[in-house]
Each structure stands twice: as structure tokens, then as C-alpha cells.
């Protein structure tokens, strides 16, 4: 019996799928489906052109700290596919990853079109009918796929890998799923405040950014920052901008930030270190001279917001102006006005609620022979690669399932 299988989806999952199945199970015909010209659009234009592919991190259960959401669903799937699987994989095919000092792994290329190419050359070694300009109008049940231009496919499998799109959802919802609020995350956030104007490109190699609602912190990171022209960017906000995802929707993105700009000093040390700049450095200017690892023109701008004269020495600023400073370094309040966009990596969190999943197989248990990977899913990671690994993954599992009988 030669079983039809198709996947809607020219992305990483879809591709990836569609090659471990026809590569599984090669007595069966498999057919992928992608609406646009060029398929893998997101897999070029990731890591700035360069391919984020994975993380370099091997233990599951320290893996899935990097998902908002969907880490628990996945610990099992990542001790049957982690990154080290791969990498193995992709060095099977003659690619090989190297790791950089944050853990993200890239192409020793540095070349996305090397992944690219990869795929490409993998899907058609293994038989994969992959079909570019061929929308999906409309799934029914039964596994009858209408194209746009009213062709008709019916399938005995089917893997729905559509990344974010609208469309995926409600196909998922019309064949009986759950969708889970849709809504952004991995973003920047929007700042308009005198104290980052003008200081555009500035980084900070650690800070710590919490969100605060009435008094309150409700979610905390720290990591580096980044003042852009429009606000702040970075992994510690992009960071928290996953993990607040639903929080930072349901205020309209405008909540009070706390930034701590110097997190590894406790608040007795850094007091003291105040302190004992007045004994060490008594005729040096304030604005002219810190002991700290930061950047001198974010110094001098802090210094200034809290009222202290380009003049003023150490020696001679007072217990109030230092109190002032030491509130500044360490709670400075600034407005969430919006968000911004981190590249051109658009990610969601929220889609087809994982309750209604097999994670051994990735088949729906609603709809026996259906199958989700990738992003459609209410999974999302952090940036650093985590996202592409939970869509090698969860195709991984679906391809290696679709074609038993």
C-alpha cells in the first residue's frame, strides 16, 4: 500500500518533516505544499542572513527553561531529538555547525543559504514532490486538500507545519482543535525618555529589567542591553518580552520597566563602592570617572538626570545627591510605550493547544492521522536558535510517525 502523506508548509518543519518521512518510509509518496514562490523564507533571513540553526545545549530538561511555552510538553521529544541529533544530522549532510560564545550554532559558512541548499537537496534525494505557488484554500475532513486554483488532493496522512499563519489555525480549528490565543512575541520594546536620547548603539553587558504592575514585579531577566533610536533591544528584553508575551498584550504594551544597570553589585556593595569613591578618587569628577562596567556616555547621562554638575568632584557630591544616583543605577523607572520588531524574525506564542497532542508522534489525538510541527503549535522559545530547534524536533517526531500503517 502506498500511502499518500502531504504537508502544508514550506518552512523548517514542513521541510523537515516531509524528508525524515519519505526518508522512513520511502514506499510512501510524500508531497509538500508551499503557497509562496520561494519556500524556506524564514530559514534564509534568521541570524541575519547567517542561520541561527540550534542552541548548544544537550540536556532536556536544561533545554526547555528556554520556552515560554511548551517546555514541559517537550522534554520528552528532546530526549529523542535535541540538538545534538541535530547536529548530527546536519553533519551527516555535509554541513557543519559551529558554536559561538552565547551558545548560538550557526553554518561554519556563516551562509543561511547553506541550510537552505541542505534541505533542498535532502527533500529531493529522498523523493519529496515539493510544489511551490500552491496555496491550500480550504482542509476538509477525510484529508482532502482544495488548492486556490480548485485542484483537489486527498492524502492518508497529513502534517500541518504553516509557522503563524491565520490560515493553519483554522484549518486546526474546522478539523476540531483548540487554538490558543494567538499574539507577539520576541519583541523590542518602545521607550521614549531623555535619558536614552541621543544614545543610540550603547550596550550594557549585563542589566537587570523588570516588569512592574502596581508596586509589583511581575516578571524579571537579566542579560545585555541594547538603547536603539526607539527604545531598548537586546536578549535581556527580548527575553522578557517572550516570557511576558501575554501580559505585555493584555496591558497594549505599556507597563512601567525597572532597569537595574548594575545587577551584580548587591545593594550593600554598591552602596559601599559610592562610598569609597569619595576616599579613592576625592578631586576626580563625577561625570568623568566611575569605577563601573559602563558605558562612559550612559554614565555621564545618569549622572545628569540626577541633578550632579559636571564639576561637582567626588569628594564634594553630597549623601542626597549620592542616594539620587544610587536609585538611578539601580530602579531607574522608564514607560513601555509600544513594540518594536526584532528583525525580521517575527514569532508567536500560542496556537493549537498542546493537550490535544500526541508528543511521541506529534499526531492530533482529536483527528487520528493528522499531524502539527513547528510554530503552528502554542510553543515558543527564546531567541538564540531554541524556536528552529523545537520545529527540527517536533518534525522529527511527525515524520518519523506519518508513514506507519
Known sequence: MRLQIIVIGGGAAGFFGAITCAIQYPQSQVTLLEAGKVPLTKVRISGGGRCNVTHHCFEAAQLIQYYPRGG????????????????????????NLKTEPDGRMFPVTDSSQTIVDCLFKAAEKAGVLIKTQAPVKTVLEGFKVVLKEGEELHCDRLLIATGSSPLGYRWAKNLGHQIEATVPSLFTFNIRDSRLEGLAGVSVESVSLRLVESGKTRLEQIGPLLITHWGVSGPAVLRLSA???????????????????????????????????????????????????????????????????????????????????????????????????????????????????????????????????????????????????????????????????
Not at 517537550?74 to 549532510?93: C, D, H, M, V, Y
Not at 553589585?265 to 569609597?276: A, D, G, Q, T, V
Not at 545627591?321 to 538611578?328: P, T, V
Request: glycine content about 8%.
Open 72 to 95: 514541559k510538553a517537550l522534554r520528552g521529544a528532546f530526549t529523542r531529538f535535541n540538538p545534538k541529533e541535530t547536529i548530527a544530522w546536519f553533519n551527516s549532510q555535509g554541513v
Open 243 to 405: 516570557w511576558a508575551a501575554r501580559l505585555l498584550y493584555e496591558h497594549k504594551y505599556k507597563m512601567s520597566l525597572v532597569i537595574n544597570w548594575l545587577p551584580e553589585y548587591s545593594p550593600e556593595s554598591l552602596k559601599e563602592e559610592l562610598l569609597n569613591l569619595k576616599v579613592t578618587s576625592p578631586k576626580k569628577q563625577v561625570q568623568s570617572h566611575c569605577s563601573f562596567k559602563l558605558p562612559k556616555r550612559l554614565w555621564q547621562r545618569l549622572v545628569e538626570t540626577v541633578g550632579i554638575d559636571a564639576q561637582i568632584t567626588w569628594s564634594a557630591i553630597s549623601k542626597v545627591q549620592l542616594n539620587k544616583l544610587y536609585q538611578e543605577l539601580t530602579q531607574g523607572l522608564y514607560s513601555i510605550q509600544g513594540k518594536g520588531v526584532f528583525k525580521e524574525e517575527f514569532v508567536t506564542c500560542g496556537g493549537v493547544s498542546l493537550k490535544e497532542i500526541d508528543f511521541k508522534t506529534m499526531q492530533s489525538k482529536i483527528c487520528p492521522g493528522l499531524f502539527f510541527a513547528g510554530e503552528i503549535l502554542d510553543i515558543d522559545g527564546v531567541t538564540g536558535g531554541f524556536n528552529f530547534q523545537s520545529a527540527w524536533t517536533t518534525a522529527w517526531l511527525a515524520g518519523q510517525s506519518m508513514g506507519a500503517l
